[in-house]
């Protein structure tokens, strides 16, 4: 019996060491998971990045008629044009809008607006890109939503893709010469026009032979009316434009080199 306390007392020691023992085991468990998991974690990060890259790799697409893009969220919003805006002479007669290429009869066309004006379109959608025309003495802007501009070289646009095109007056002398600024580009005036088209399932059949795909069109001007030869019931002249110029194989959009 005289052992019996001493039993206790060694007994008790032993219980700790063990229930210490345990929580050193368990915690070194706990961390080795904990480690695995960050591990595993930073794997799966790396491996994303390394597919974003591959999928997306930096730098600018540029194909034969494409839109220049690397991802839709990447692009700079529309109102970001890489051209100068001057005011246009207040003497100077007011700037009329693009004529489309005349057509002897009446051709078939949407009697209805099915397309219509993107409101905020500057803000909201990405610039594709500007191109200037000496035909015409233009500068024109492109600009698509988030469906468009997201779209990769070589694919072809999924319904809701809109794209914008805007027209300005290019700046000129008193003797009608184009002026540029000192990157030798053109230098924007007035905005003369806002021609906008959009594909949806169904879209373009009331074109007929001239259907250019899926795609239907409009055009107003920059108070948002109707310009007179791009109304409803008038833009057979961009579809068949779209068709014979773009072609099936652009999925009837103008790209740019």
């Given at each position: 019996m005289r052992y019996l306390p001493m039993i206790k007392y060694i007994l008790k020691r032993w219980v700790k060491i063990l229930v210490l023992l345990?929580?050193?085991?368990?915690g070194f468990a706990l961390a080795e998971m904990l480690s695995m998991t960050i591990s595993l974690s930073t794997s799966i990060s790396v491996a994303q990045r390394q597919y974003s890259t591959r999928s997306h790799p930096p730098g600018v697409y540029v194909q034969v008629g494409r839109p220049a893009h690397t991802t839709g969220s990447t692009l700079p919003p529309c109102s970001?044009?890489?051209r100068l805006l001057q005011a246009s002479n207040p003497k100077a007669a007011a700037p009329l809008p693009p004529t489309l290429p005349g057509i002897s009869s009446p051709r078939p066309a949407p009697q209805i607006d099915r397309v219509g004006f993107p409101e905020n379109y500057r803000n909201e959608f990405k610039l594709i890109y500007?191109?200037?025309r000496p035909d015409n003495k233009q500068v024109r802007v492109i600009c698509g939503n988030d469906i468009a501009a997201a779209v990769k070289p070589g694919k072809t646009f999924p319904y809701g893709s809109v794209f914008v095109m805007e027209i300005y007056n290019a700046k000129q002398d008193a003797n009608g010469n184009i002026l540029k600024d000192e990157k030798g580009q053109y230098?924007?005036?007035?905005?003369?026009?806002i021609f906008v088209h959009r594909k949806e399932q169904g879209f373009g059949a009331d074109y007929l032979d001239d259907r250019s795909g899926e795609w239907e069109y409009i055009g107003y001007r920059?108070?948002?009316t109707y310009l007179p030869n791009a109304a409803p019931g008038k833009?057979?002249?961009c579809a068949s434009c779209h068709l014979r110029q773009a072609g099936k194989s652009e999925d009837y959009v103008f790209r740019k080199e």
């Open positions: 345990s929580a050193l085991l368990l970001a044009i890489p500007v191109v200037d230098i924007r005036e007035a905005l003369t026009a920059p108070d948002k833009t057979n002249a």
